[in-house]
């Protein structure tokens, strides 16, 4: 319910400031797919200064519909999870439900997923979720490999709340589960935990350093659906009594690049606690729901997807550009009665540009951007910083480059394809953008 909240503003978000772009029996389990082995990175926190969350305004949030998880393949079947009243499935796009966790022994559910690759096969965390004084415990994860028909208690008992599970795109055997703990008290079987084995063994993969291990869980997980090695979690200490509550978020935003082999903090959070992440799936921006700040979004995580160790051993490298739209954002409500006025911070106008330098030698990274044909069209410079840079490109002409009369430098450049040319020392490598100017701007 969050989520398809969070999507919706997202896009209406959108709309307002002028960016219009375009789940029988089995009678055996599939093999579980082998992991090939991912390199550890050898990158630091301090290279992903770069990719920082803008806040964008106010979240919306209510109920006690913990999840919704829907069949991949069946488009009219979807699982719905309640905060006290289990799991109601439906298969006729919601005009029946059927109650089809009523004969375990927990009825508080925090999150459900079905397995993309297999859809028979639906996790659940049980244990709603949420930080009410009325939110009813779980004791940790069930699997089914016939749709909801049957369960199976496959782990994490201790865990008494799980916010999160998500299932490898390919081998419904491997689960990453967000453990947020025990509301009530210090616990164990917190932070992140996986399996690779359909819930036999369990190892944890994040998790807070002490002393805060029992008081700090994870609270939300996501694979980037463009390369699934790429994992994002947020941790959140919280502990409630009955006069009190009492929130820590120091632990804030992380990303793994070796399928949780390892973890970098990211983002440049203020110290809030993170409720809720999801990736925008035509514009790869990772969507931050808070409890408190509202949300955040960290733009194009196209570096991330592809910061591989090979990318890392080399001196410099260009990530590939997501197309870019020249367009004029609206200025947004500027006047108000009271003391402060909020405004969310609208995505840079123009190409988002990123590469990586290895090291630094003391040279200028620079940009040069043609046309299709060869024609220069802008020339561009940034301090060669070790880790992620990003330089905002916003689709004009720089001044090296024409004669400014009658205002004709401010207008963006031609729709159409642009090459742009990293240059590093020694090191040359070029990558094609895409860009479109919205209807009725006129260009040069």
Known sequence: MLRTLLLTLLLLSSAFTGQAYQKGKPKTEPAPTPETTVASPRVDSTKLKALKARA??????????????????????????????????????????????????????????????DPKIVWVGTGEAADRNSVSWGDGVYRSTDA?????????????????????????ATAL????????????????????DAGTNWTAVLKAPEPY????????????PSNPDVVYAAMYARQRTPWSFVAGTEFSLFVSLDRGGSWLKFGDLPTVAVDDLIIH????DL???????????????RPL?????????????????????????????????????????N????????????????????????????????????????????????????????????????????????????????IEQTERLKVEIAEGIETR
């Not at 589960?177 to 690779?196: I, M």
């Not at 799936?281 to 790869?284: A, G, I, T, V």
């Not at 160790?309 to 947004?332: C, M, T």
């Open 56 to 117: 964008i305004g106010p979240a919306v949030m209510g109920g006690r519909v913990s999840d919704v998880a829907f069949d991949p393949h069946h488009p009219y079947t979807f699982y719905v999870g309640l905060g006290t009243g289990g799991i109601m499935k439906t298969t006729d796009q919601g005009g029946t439900f059927q109650a089809v966790f009523a004969n375990e022994p927990v009825a508080s559910i925090g999150a459900i997923a079905v397995s993309p690759s």
């Open 148 to 172: 909801g028909a049957t369960w199976t208690h496959v782990g994490l008992k201790s865990s008494r709340i799980i916010a999160r599970i998500v299932v490898h795109p390919t081998d419904p």
């Open 177 to 196: 589960v967000a453990s947020v703990g025990d509301l009530w008290g210090p616990g164990p079987e917190r932070g992140l935990y996986k399996t690779t």
């Open 213 to 224: 291990q029992s008081r700090v869980g994870c609270c939300d997980v996501v694979l980037d």
């Open 281 to 284: 799936p035509r514009d790869r």
């Open 287 to 301: 969507v931050v729901a808070t409890h408190g700040r509202s949300l955040f979004i960290v733009d194009d995580l």
């Open 305 to 345: 997807e592809e910061l591989t160790s090979e990318v890392q051993s080399r001196d410099a490298h260009l990530f590939s550009i997501r197309p870019a739209l020249g367009f004029k954002p609206l200025p947004g409500f500027e006047e108000w009665g009271g003391k402060a006025v909020f405004r969310g911070e």
């Open 347 to 426: 995505p840079p106008t123009g190409a988002l540009i990123n590469f990586w330098i290895g090291n630094y030698t003391g040279d200028a990274a620079k940009l040069k951007i043609t046309t299709a044909t060869g024609q220069p069209v802008a020339n561009l410079s940034a301090p060669g910083n070790p880790g992620i840079n990003r330089v905002i490109w916003d689709l004009k002409p720089t001044k090296d480059l024409l004669t400014e009369y009658g205002g004709e430098g401010q207008k963006f450049v031609q729709s159409g394809e642009y090459v742009v040319t990293l240059t590093y020392g020694k």
